[in-house]
């Protein structure tokens, strides 16, 4: 069993930055492929970023690629989602998820595990 707890969320101006966190319990997390999600309001659940056990393999959605940067520190049992040159439309809910096996790691249903997410708003 896996618990994960976002922080990091705020309001911020368009082109501002925020740092996500995404504290995992247990003593396993670097057994897990770690994603980061997003859903705004009226919308479904979207893949944001991913990165493997080890951190050596990272993905990125297109909107984000170049201005979010996915990381990971596995002895602090954390991944972070640092994102810079915020847009109104990346204002949504962020969710971190941790997947103990995965066929992509951008489908959402290969995430067994899955915080309470933490609010990204963007103002113009």
């Known amino acids: 069993q896996v618990q994960l707890v976002e922080s990091g969320g705020g309001l911020v101006q368009a082109g501002g930055s925020l740092r996500l966190s995404c504290a995992a319990s247990g003593r396993t997390f670097s057994r897990y492929v770690m994603g980061w999600f997003r859903q705004a309001p009226g919308k479904e659940r979207a893949f944001v970023a991913a990165?493997?056990?080890?951190?050596?393999?990272?993905y990125y959605e297109d909107s984000v690629k170049g201005r979010f940067t996915i990381s990971r520190d596995n002895a602090k049992n954390t991944v972070y989602l640092q994102m810079n040159s915020l847009k109104p439309e990346d204002t949504a809910l962020y969710y971190c998820?941790?997947?103990?096996?995965?066929?992509?790691?951008?489908?959402?249903?290969?995430?067994?595990?899955w915080g309470q997410g933490t609010q990204v708003t963007v103002s113009s």
């Open positions: 990165i493997s056990r080890s951190g050596g393999s990272i």
């Open positions: 998820a941790a997947a103990r096996t995965v066929v992509s790691g951008t489908n959402l249903n290969d995430y067994d595990y």
